[in-house]
């Protein structure tokens, strides 16, 4: 058989020879000796089992460090927050298997997309067999409303027109023919001797034979290229956490090990160097970091909602903030995938149509001034000429308008709608479209006469016209102009079409092709799914948001040129086409895609390869797409957008976010909230490992003076169970209110941040340096003043050590309630921050207070003291309170300092 990409190549005679057959079909004898041989028209995937998928969400870091808090909390026989920890083990382990299944889940969508019945001819006869027994050399019947069943090379093409949208991203339907192509290494947008498995026939009739089925389709091309894509990047955050918590994790297991040996061979007692090794491990591990990741992304899906996005795999919220490239289809994304009127000769005048889309409200501009399309003869008929022959119908749904029947039809009906027009005019026959003669006649009865319009493409409608309606009246034709002017509508990437009419008597009740002649011709209407008014915009935003907009079409060059310049989108850049990219090597193309802003005519492999190089690049890359042919792409890509309106089932499972009203313009918001969410997320980070430093330094620093303090030797300053306790605690009721702050100004002023750049940088060293030193200073010197007493004798004072460890456990509250003031924002003062912007905060600390003051100070009988707490005497309370104080004031004095010192070396940058 021939190479089975090049069907289009061959001419129908080649192609039924090479298929062995005719096209009168196969035997049945054949048929069954075909099917043994390449197997049922299906698509096959191996499914991973379940245990191994959930199994497989335990390989995690974050999943280890949980599970050893849990180990911990178990060991201390505290079984409650054993079974918390476990609790948000579970629930980031069924998120994972959720998603897991997507790749099975969008299989599926293709496999839908199957037809289950078709028309073949076999032995001779017309006969309705299950399409997945179709086998290559079958004859398919296509008729109007059919899903194509397989890959055809077509031989009978009658009108045959398809919607290939959802294959190729076509926005309009494809006329269909037999002849042979002799181009290689065509997309299947341009293969119009193919008619491919999924598609629709919107029109017409045809027979095909069967020349590719199941995996060797294009769907199932696509297939393939989801089953090899690999899985989606996690989110940079995540990456980064998963990185740092791995170090942190042997870091701090090292430190945990050699602690216990360090002890033992000291000669301190194996209970306490093992309860110091333990405390130690507790003190260190964010136990609480997972959740909180998990419900600031949930948080952050949640607000996204509002803004028309819809989250389907939570670490796509914080990738959104990071993405450094958008590479979006055109056709409903950027566009309105509404075909549209936008210019209009007549009467040799020219006139601006405005309004986009279906909805029938816009002027009509001649040199920029509003005119009144019935005081001009010529503009009123060729807007009625163009609603009257045709078949398309203008409705208004829940939603919005729609069109029923022919894009470029339904461009005709709006534009007349716009002016006021509606049908009134009875049809008497038509002469339907046929791709030979590229024209459509209808006749009418109106009134005291019957008329003809015709329409059709310029140069053959003006064939048959020997006059033009010019200010009421008929004068000779001038076919130069009228040819120069649908040249330059052409060149506008505008789909042009002619219009012409024909009085005729009111005997005349049938129309015949040889009634059109002597036409007097009426005008030109230049139609295009124009860019949408907020996408413009949306463009200029992700310009000065640093984020550089690709675009990926299925549509030809001319028209993705034209609608990327009006668009903003890589002005005087070079546009790509698919025939380019099959011959570009990958090393080419590495090296293309960082100056390529248009991409035109390309398939799924194309797609996906351009992402994969992007990604090369280092890019972040969020892709938007709607077809199954961007399934592959959406997949790949660190974030896939999926269109929530005109999207393909298969295109929302392969997604890791759906936009609710296709729109472009709500990826840029979802960028700006994502970005908010990260900001968020950020200084959650920042403000719960420093104080999970500060702890650790504390009993590290403990059990390094233990030999020369007896006090440390007695008694750590903080209980394992109160160290987890203020790690848990500070993580639900204190970190979790930053996730409220409100948004800051100019999220979309800055550039993206650098993925790459780790979470443990200067910024990070300087946060927990100083915290850490803050909290542990203020911790020794609290246990030291009011624990020494108690080993000073002869006996230990039981009672008195307890005190001082539960001062030191509300001093170190105390810090973190500091020090969250000046964790709101990454660059201004707590001082200079408004106290009431997040209440949030306001109840965590209020909350805090409360019961803190509760767990010290609980009467007994109530039997609460898991703790081990005791209550101290309230004179501690202003010298407790003193030594937390730097929790602010230190971090607010260098942030002071660091800001000065930027100043003074931008100044002295800038003067050299």
Known sequence: MANESKWYQLSVAEAIKSLATDENGLSSTEASKRLARYGHNELVFKRRGALVRLLMQFNSPLIYVLLAAAAVTAFLGMWVDTGVILAVVLANTAIGFIQEGRAEASMEGLRRMMVPQCAVLRDGSKKDIPARELVPGDVVLLAEGDRVPADLRLFYARNLSADEAALTGESVPVSKDTEPIAKPDLPPADQYGMAFSGTFITRGSGRGVVAGTGEATEIGRIARLMKEAPRTVSAPLIRKVAQFTRILLIAILCLAVLNLVLGVILGYDLVYSFLASVSL??????????AILTIALAAGARAMVKRNALIRRLPAVETLGSTTVICSDKTGTLTKGEMTVLRVYAGESDYEVTGAGYEPSGEFLQDNRDIDPAQNSALYETLTAGLLCNNATLEKAEDGY??????????????????????????????????EHQLMATLHHDQERNVIYVKGSPEMVLRLCQKQLVDGKT????????????????????RVLALAYKDVGRDKKALKREDLNELV????????????EEAVEAVAKCKSAGIRVVMATGDHAQTAEAIARQLGIGKNGRVITGEELSRMTDRDLFQAVDRTHVYARVSPAHKFRIVTQLQKRGQVVAVTGDGVNDAPALKTADLGIAMGIKGTEVAKEASDMVLVDDNFASIVAAVEEGRHVYENIR??????????????????????????????????????????????YDAIVLALPLLWEPREKGLLERPPRDPKEP???????????????????????????????????????????????????????????????????????????????????????GITIVLQLFLVYSPPYTGINFLRTAPFPAGWWPFIILLALPGLLVIELEEFLVERWQKYFKKAKEGQ
């Open 281 to 290: 491990a507790v003190a260190a591990i964010p136990e609480g970091l997972p």
């Open 402 to 435: 729609k069109i029923l029947g022919d894009p470029t039809e339904g461009a005709l009906v709006v534009s007349a709608a716009k002016a006021g027009l509606t049908q009134g005019i009875r049809r008497l026959d038509e002469i339907p479209f046929e791709s």
């Open 475 to 494: 004068v000779p034709l001038e076919t130069k102009s009228v040819l120069a002017k649908a040249d330059e509508m052409a060149k506008q990437a505008l």
């Open 521 to 532: 011709f009426l005008g030109l209407q230049g139609m295009l799914d124009p860019p949408r």
């Open 683 to 728: 200084k959650v980070i920042l403000y719960t490992l420093p104080t999970n430093g500060g702890q650790a330094l504390l009993i590290m620093g403990a059990i390094a003076l233990a030999t020369f303090v007896p006090l440390f030797a007695a008694r750590l300053p903080l209980e394992p169970v109160q160290i987890l306790w203020i790690n848990l």
């Open 759 to 845: 979470i443990a940088n200067a910024l990070f060293f300087r946060k927990v340096g100083l915290v850490s030193l803050v909290m542990a200073a203020s911790g020794f010197v609290v246990f030291y003043h009011y624990g020494m007493p108690a080993v000073s004798g002869t006996t230990v004072n039981e009672l008195l050590l307890t005190q001082a460890q539960t001062a030191v456990l509300v001093n170190i509250m105390l810090v973190h309630i500091f020090y969250l003031l000046t964790a709101r924002s990454l660059a201004l003062s707590a001082f200079n921050m408004n106290p009431f912007s997040n209440k949030m905060i306001l109840y965590g600390i």
